[in-house]
C-alpha cells in the first residue's frame, strides 16, 4: 500500500470514527458555527500539508527523470507520468482550498453577522426599557423650568452688575473738564504777562549812504588780505 493511500485511509478511517462520536454526542438541530469553521480550518491544514507532500514527489520525479534521461529513458519517462499525475492531485487540491476557504469566509461572517444583530437587539431592549421610565410631558416641563431658571439667573447678574447711586452723562463731563481746562491755559497766561505786543510800525531800513561805507569797507578788507597773502 502507498503512503498516500496509508494518509488517504488514516484520515478518512480518522473522520468516519469522529464522524460517528459526533453523531451520537451531537446535539440536535446541526453543529453550531464555530464547530463548523473548526472543521473546515482542519480540512484546510490537512489539504496544505498534502499540497507539500505532493510538491516534494514531483521534484523528486523531476530529479529522477533528469538523472535517467541519457541512461533509462524508460524510467525517465515513468518518472514524467507520475509527475504528470502528482501534478493532477496538486491543482485538484488547488481547486478544493479555494473552495473551502470561501466557504469557511462566508461562513465567518455569517456568524459574525448573527452576533452583531444579537448585539444590537440586546442594546435596542435595554434602550426601550430605559425610556419606559421617562415621560414626555415631564421631559418637556424641566426643560421649560431649566429655561426659566436661565433667565432669572441672568437678570440676578445683570442686576448684580448695575451701578449704584446717581448715573451721570459722560458727555457733559467731559464738556465740563474742557472748560476747565481752558480756563486754567487763560489764568495761566495771564500770570505769565500774556504774549509779548508786535509792533504796528515798520522798523527803519538802513540808508544809502551807510550800505555804501559798509561795502566799501568790506573791499578795503578784501584787497589788505590779498596784499598780505602776496607779500608772504
Known amino acids: 500500500?502507498?503512503?498516500?493511500?496509508?494518509?488517504?485511509?488514516?484520515?478518512?478511517?480518522?473522520?468516519?470514527?469522529?464522524?460517528?462520536?459526533?453523531?451520537?454526542?451531537?446535539?440536535?438541530?446541526?453543529?453550531?458555527?464555530?464547530?463548523?469553521?473548526?472543521?473546515?480550518?482542519?480540512?484546510?491544514?490537512?489539504?496544505?500539508?498534502?499540497q507539500e507532500y505532493l510538491e516534494k514527489r514531483i521534484e523528486q520525479e523531476i530529479t529522477i527523470a533528469k538523472k535517467n534521461g541519457t541512461k533509462n529513458k524508460r524510467a525517465a519517462l515513468q518518472a514524467l507520468k507520475r509527475k504528470k499525475r502528482l501534478e493532477q492531485q496538486l491543482t485538484q487540491i488547488d481547486g478544493t482550498l479555494s473552495t473551502i476557504e470561501f466557504q469557511r469566509e462566508a461562513l465567518e461572517n455569517s456568524h459574525s453577522n448573527t452576533e452583531v444583530l444579537k448585539n444590537m437587539g440586546f442594546a435596542a431592549k435595554a434602550m426601550k426599557q430605559v425610556h419606559e421610565n421617562m415621560d414626555l410631558d415631564k421631559i418637556d416641563d424641566l426643560m421649560q423650568d431649566i429655561t426659566e431658571q436661565q433667565d432669572v439667573a441672568q437678570e440676578i447678574s445683570e442686576a448684580i452688575s448695575r451701578p449704584f447711586g446717581e448715573t451721570f452723562d459722560e458727555d457733559e463731563l467731559l464738556a465740563e473738564l474742557a472748560e476747565l481746562e481752558q480756563e486754567e491755559l487763560e489764568d495761566s497766561m495771564k500770570s505769565m504777562g500774556g504774549l509779548p505786543s508786535v509792533p504796528s510800525s515798520k522798523l527803519p531800513s538802513a540808508r544809502p549812504s551807510q550800505r555804501a561805507t559798509t561795502k566799501k569797507r568790506v573791499e578795503d578788507d578784501d584787497d589788505m588780505r590779498m596784499l598780505a597773502s602776496w607779500a608772504t
Do not use: C
Not at 446535539?27 to 491544514?45: D, K, N, V, W
Open 1 to 50: 500500500m502507498s503512503k498516500i493511500s496509508k494518509l488517504f485511509k488514516g484520515s478518512s478511517s480518522a473522520s468516519s470514527s469522529s464522524s460517528s462520536r459526533s453523531k451520537h454526542h451531537r446535539p440536535r438541530g446541526g453543529p453550531s458555527p464555530q464547530e463548523a469553521i473548526h472543521r473546515l480550518r482542519e480540512t484546510e491544514e490537512m489539504l496544505t500539508k498534502k
